[in-house]
């Protein structure tokens, strides 16, 4: 689609709406913003391209009409919910075709700019640790309600979520995400991987895309259009995703000197953490400014990363659920806001302070 | 790692297309701001001698380099030395550091075919290194008087040199630029998915 398409919000007779820049564009199609028909408010349209409509067309008009109408459920929990820019409308062709959907407008630019060495320094120049944990929080609160609504997100990376300058992050990209009918009664969100079947009537469109270093062990090496994904399988990718964000980008299994990230995911070879390799081994965590800011994090907050990633994490049912996450981010930001004690800045230069037993604080008080 | 010919063969459009193509391959992969913080380049031409055009750089510190002319013979083994030496000590530097990178990229184009003796060694060296992942190799052959089969020594079996289609310099310098912001956007030690090739590559050869 070039630019000044025009496409409608009805098969036939509908508004037109006339497509000009895109906001964004990737492998899927691009994605436009324009004045919404009823009250002008801008509202982004995603027109998937030529060669995913002739790959898709049926599964994915099928899939949004799907989401728009649970997105209206309870009173529109989902089209309104802040943190996730759901399907509103199907958007149609001239020819009456279904091309794509509209979504609300989320501001902000796409977090791998937070997660990242330099780049953050443009985009969110007063980022420091209460703001990443906070950011953390509302994005895993997002995808808690997600999860609530018995939908899976799927393909979690840095590039399906926007955040603005005040920290407000929103999942977007909701249209890949794998959403079931009649699944409604399929028992408690986390049970064991084994338990976690579909009811028997349930109906699945899936998330048929994903990127293997942020796939879950047990779903790495198969076709996404063939998998069911799973809440643990988000949990998983999820814990990689917070690791990047507090890590400046730093991907847990990324290595200097051994294995590529998908062979460390395999075997669960995590080097952060008491439980990691000690330093100077082969496959130890990087040197430079990565030990310093992983040390600074409290343990509460090490060990769901080591829970998620390291060997044990390769269990589903292991990897530490939504609810523990958000509440050690928020335990760590309100430390960090009461006690000066602790480093704010994403890389400390000072070491992190010590809870020194009774004997280390008498020596240090006699010297 | 850009490693081309600049010998007198060059001379005329050829040269002056592939001028033009690397000032639009600065423009373009320097707006990307991710690229830009990530990419290193370095230019190694071979044309009479060879010539570190470029010694390797963040790419936010290049400044725009001078106009190549075509001149001489075609030392291409020694450039291709040159050239290895260069990524092996600034991968050493990195992994001393503990900072993570993508493959090194190796692009080769070249008109003709190798004057200098060794050219031999540096072909095996450098295939070498793609076949063990070490580099990522892109032969690319200019015109049809060059010599294809010696170009494939250089590059790994599985990804044998691509004949330029025509003078298509523009085209091929506007797919690195992408392929290079891809790579940056993507976790060290991962491969993205490239462009196509079609645009620039003559599929006939």
């Not at chain 2, 592939?18 to 373009?28: D, H, M, S, Y």
Request: glycine share 8%; charged share 25%; with cysteine.
């Amino acid at each position: 689609m070039g630019n000044n398409v025009v496409v409608f919000d009805k098969p036939h007779g509908g508004t037109p709406l006339r497509l000009s820049q895109p906001v964004g564009t990737g492998g899927e199609g691009a994605v436009y913003v324009v004045p919404r028909p009823n009250d002008g408010k801008g509202i982004a349209v995603k027109v998937f391209s030529e060669k995913k409509l002739k790959e898709s067309r049926n599964f994915l008009s099928e899939k949004l009409a799907v989401m728009v109408k649970k997105g209206r459920k309870n009173g529109g929990t989902l089209i309104r919910h802040p943190g996730v820019a759901w399907p509103q409308m199907l958007i149609y062709g001239d020819d009456g075709k279904f091309v794509g959907y509209a979504m609300r407008h989320a501001k902000g630019v796409t977090i791998s700019r937070l997660a990242h060495a330099q780049l953050y320094k443009t985009h969110f120049p007063n980022l420091d640790r209460v703001k990443v944990a906070k950011m953390l929080v509302k994005l895993l609160k997002s995808a808690d309600d997600l999860h609530r609504q018995h939908i899976r997100i799927g393909d979690v990376n840095l590039n399906n979520v926007l955040c603005d300058g005040d920290y407000n992050p929103c999942w977007i990209d909701a249209g890949s995400y794998q959403i079931g009918v009649g699944d409604e009664n399929d028992g408690p969100r986390y049970p064991d991987e084994s338990a976690e079947k579909f009811h028997a009537k349930t109906k699945i469109w899936r998330c048929p895309v994903g990127r293997p270093e942020m796939t879950p062990p047990e779903h790495l090496g198969k076709d996404y259009s063939q998998i069911d994904r799973t809440y643990a399988g988000d949990l998983f990718s999820l814990a990689i995703l917070a690791f990047q964000c507090m890590m400046l980008g730093k991907h847990p299994y990324e290595y200097i000197k051994c294995g590529s990230p998908v062979e460390n995911l395999m075997k669960g070879h995590f080097p952060y953490g008491n439980s990691g390799i000690p330093a100077g081994r082969t496959g130890d965590a990087p040197q430079g400014p990565w030990r310093p800011m992983w040390n600074h994090y409290p343990d509460a907050i090490k060990q769901l990363c080591t829970r998620a990633l390291a060997k044990e994490g390769r269990r589903p049912s292991a990897r530490p659920h939504l609810k523990e996450w958000i509440i050690a981010l928020q335990a760590y930001s309100q430390t960090l806001n009461q006690s000066e004690k602790h480093r704010r800045e994403m890389i400390p230069q000072a070491a992190k302070p010590q809870n020194l037993t009774r004997s280390q604080f008498w020596g240090r008080m006699r010297a | 790692m850009l490693v081309l010919d600049v010998s007198s063969s060059m001379e005329g459009q050829k040269i002056a297309e592939l001028n033009e193509g690397v000032r639009q391959f600065l423009q373009e992969i320097r707006e990307d701001e991710f690229a830009l913080h990530s990419v290193e380049l370095g230019v190694v031409t071979f044309g009479g001698r060879v010539t570190a055009a470029l010694e390797f750089a963040p790419l936010k510190d290049v400044v725009d380099l001078q106009n190549f002319s075509a001149f001489g013979n075609t030392p291409m083994g020694e450039a291709v030395n040159l050239a290895i030496d260069a990524l092996e000590k600034r991968k050493n530097q990195y992994k001393r550091a503990g900072v993570s990178y993508h493959q090194p990229w190796l692009v080769l184009m070249t008109d003709g075919m190798p004057t200098d003796y060794s050219w031999n060694e540096a072909a095996q060296r450098l295939r070498q290194m793609a076949d063990n992942k070490k580099a990522v190799v892109i032969g690319v052959a200019i015109g049809h008087e060059c010599d294809m089969q010696t170009l494939a020594e250089f590059c790994p079996a599985d990804k044998p040199p691509v004949r330029l289609s025509g003078l298509k310099f523009g085209e091929f310098f506007a797919w690195l630029s992408h392929s290079m912001s891809l790579v940056s956007q993507s976790t060290p030690g991962m491969s993205p998915d490239l462009p196509s090739i079609d645009g620039w590559a003559d599929i006939e050869t």
